[in-house]
């Protein structure tokens, strides 16, 4: 079995909204298509908002169409939860559950290299929306929604992304302009 214990907490699976009760519960907003996955999970890092990062067993957690409510060790009351709020939630890499084919991590996606297929140069996606129908990927100069007729490649490799060539219309109304 490899050693583990130096591999960095990098990937993102929820934020802490709030406080939940009095006995130091989490309300978590999950940033993971499976939040199911917080059941599996004995530990997590939460980074604070002031970069902190601190290691967390986890007690229990249990879903509900708001989220995730997570209880940790060394949690134990309302105030010490509040102090919590706004950290994100990671994992290990090693923990992740596999992605289905044609799925990526945010953390892989952002600082992509955006090309048309004519080579027309978009910059670098600097960050994803999370959209209901699908995600956005923002570059300085386009938004480019995730679906395939439009992403035509994903090359981690490379680090480059191939996209279908955007129509000016396109592109200023996913920017949101009229």
Known sequence: MADNSKEPWDLVIGQVTAPFGIHGALRVRPETDRP????????????????????YRIRSARLSPKGVTLTL?????????????????????SMAIPLAEGRYWMHDVIGLRVVTEEGEDLGEVTQIIRAPGNDVYVTPSAMIPAVREVVREIDLEHRRMIVAPL????VEAEAGEP
């Open 73 to 93: 060790a060394g949690c134990e009351d309302r105030n010490s939860a509040a102090a919590l709020r706004r950290a994100w939630i990671k994992i290990k890499r």
């Open 36 to 55: 199911e996955r917080f059941h599996d999970l004995e530990e997590v890092c939460l980074e604070l908002p002031s970069g902190e990062e601190r290691i």
């Open 167 to 170: 129509a000016e219309k396109e």
